[in-house]
């Protein structure tokens, strides 16, 4: 329906350049119609997840599509009176628009809490321990109303994912009734995929921009190979998979992944070897299934490439 109303529109500004964003610009920029302008305040398009490398292909494919897109900019108003008209930007400029979807983050819903001691943070979520309690015996808190810790920094950070929460809630559903065994929330990788243009895109754990932000000292490698062998046949996409590796124990710290569907399974890969602290040697002689029609070569599968040259690069 939502797509229908805006196809008679003839300017729609989407404000914010992450997965939301991106994929609504993606899914507008299908149909004929509206003008498409996706403005983002960051320098680059999906920060959180992706560096620049791989937010710069989203990007181009983007434009490639006819969509407009703005980054390094703010918006600091909604033009019109009972109909929006416009959009500024903080550098005075004004983009027409018809419609303006909104896509800027949100606050957690604690409403439910309020007038009982139940904890909040200065983030406004249910603070909660490793166990997802809350400071109210009896009271478990997951999803996006609870508080989120960073995996490695073990900093809050507000990541809203569905597979996080569910995690979550396994671990919740396990301690209800008592700890009977250890089971925790170790912090969030963070784990995310999406398509774009009909490229999946995937991420989890720690990126460039996060390591040099939070001081963490790194390697990292990236290699590129036909998601089927050999890559002339039917439906093979190029798959690039960037691993990064802590520079001294080789311990994975994150990865991020561009190609066809088997992205989309292959991210979960890369996030069990985050959770389990697996070190670049140990993916290096990682032993693999495969298949010409199912994934890449053996002989020159990303995964384990861009560990062999991460390790070449340490060595070095």
């Known amino acids: 329906a939502l797509r229908d109303k805006l196809r008679d529109c003839r300017d729609v500004v989407i404000i914010g350049g992450g997965f939301i964003g991106a994929e609504f610009a993606d899914e507008l920029g299908g149909i004929e119609g509206p003008r498409v302008h996706l403005v983002e305040w960051m320098p680059h ?10 937010s710069d292909e989203i990007q181009n ?33 004004t983009i027409a628009a018809d419609a303006v979807l909104v896509s800027v983050g949100a606050k957690p819903a604690v409403g439910l809490a309020s007038g009982t001691d139940i904890r909040i943070t200065e983030k406004g979520s249910f603070w909660v321990d490793d166990y997802l309690r809350t400071n109210v015996d009896g009271v478990f808190a997951v999803g996006d109303c609870a508080e989120k810790r960073d995996f490695f920094t073990r900093k809050p950070v507000p990541v809203w994912l569905a597979s996080t929460a569910t995690a979550e809630a396994r671990v919740a559903g396990t301690n209800l009734y008592g700890i009977q065994v250890l089971r925790q929330i170790q ?117 384990i490439n861009a560990a062999h040259r991460a390790l070449a690069e340490m060595r070095s």
């Not at 398009?45 to 791989?54: H, I, K, R, S, T």
């Not at 918006?75 to 930007?89: F, N, R, S």
């Not at 991210?267 to 985050?274: E, F, G, P, S, T």
């Open 187 to 303: 912090g969030t990788i963070a784990a995310f995929s999406t398509q774009i243009d009909g490229v999946a895109y995937a991420s989890a754990g720690m990126t460039c921009t996060t390591c040099a932000r939070e001081e963490f000292r790194c390697v990292t490698a990236t290699a590129e190979a036909p998601d089927r062998h050999p890559g002339t046949l039917p439906g093979a996409m190029p798959m690039k998979v960037k691993l990064i590796f802590s520079d001294q124990a080789g311990v994975l710290l994150g990865g991020q992944v561009s190609g066809g569907p088997s992205v989309g399974e292959l991210i979960n890969v890369i996030a069990l070897a985050i959770q389990k602290r697996v070190t670049v040697r140990e993916i290096d002689m990682l032993q693999i299934a495969t298949h010409p029609l199912l994934g890449p070569s053996p002989t020159v599968h990303p995964l």
């Open 61 to 93: 494919s983007l434009k490639k599509k006819g969509i407009s897109v703005q980054t390094g900019v703010r918006v600091v108003a909604l033009e019109g009176e009972d109909q929006v008209t416009g959009v500024t930007l903080e550098s005075g400029e």
């Open 45 to 54: 398009l999906l920060p959180g997840a992706f560096d620049v490398e791989f």
